[in-house]
Structures are given as C-alpha cells and as structure tokens.
C-alpha cells in the first residue's frame, strides 16, 4: 500500500509563487510515476505535471514555464514549485502515483491519491 499526503496549499495574490509538497510513503517500488493533478469547483481534474523514477519529467501546456515538479529521494517527497500564479491555478491539487515507468497524462491510470490540498489564487 502507498500513502501521499500533500501540504502547501493557500490563499495567495496573483503573481505569487507557492509551493506545494506530496511525502510519499508505503511501497513505492520501481518503477513509479508521481504526477500532480488539480480540479477547480464544477471542473474535471487536470493533469499539471509528472515525474517518473528515474527523473523523466512532463507538464500540461498551462504549467509549462511557471511550474517546475521535483523529487527529493532522501525525504521521499514529491514538490511542486509555481510560480506566476493566476486566478485560474485556483483548484484543490492531488498527488498520484503510478506503479509504472510511463508518465500519462489520464488520471484514471493512476492507482494511488493523496486527499489534496487548496490553493486560491486572488486577482
């Protein structure tokens, strides 16, 4: 069993940056993906980035240049850095894990959730 819990979430202006953390525990052998997803009010959830075992990363079009996914092996965590933050990054964001080594963009692919964490972005 894995188990993802997320931090970082806020109440934030636009132009901010935050960042957000997964600490990822349980058993999380190789080969893993760990992507990070969002869902505003009323909306399906998003893909924003992924990240796989072996530092392969990817990004929806709407993260990429503002949003940088990372992994401290040491701390098992999983960050999402944003920066330029808009009204429209406004969602609860996931953490997901994936027992494979091919990064999807398909939240149904993904066997494994956190139970997300809120960032609000105001104008």
């Known amino acids: 069993q894995v188990q993802l819990v997320e931090s970082g979430g806020d109440l934030v202006q636009a132009g901010d940056s935050l960042r957000l953390s997964c600490a990822v525990s349980g058993r999380t052998f190789r080969p893993w993906v760990t992507a990070w997803f969002r869902q505003a009010p009323g909306k399906e959830r998003d893909f924003v980035a992924a990240i796989n075992w072996g530092g392969t990363t990817n990004y929806a079009d709407s993260a990429k240049g503002r949003f940088t996914i990372s992994r401290d092996n040491a701390k098992n965590t999983i960050a999402l850095q944003m920066n330029s933050l808009k009204p429209e990054d406004t969602a609860v964001y996931y953490c997901?894990?994936?027992?494979?080594?091919?990064?999807?963009?398909?939240?149904?692919?993904?066997?494994?959730w956190g139970q997300g964490t809120r960032l609000t972005v105001s104008s």
């Open positions: 997901a894990l994936r027992r494979s080594s091919g990064i999807t963009d398909n939240h149904q692919l993904y066997d494994y």
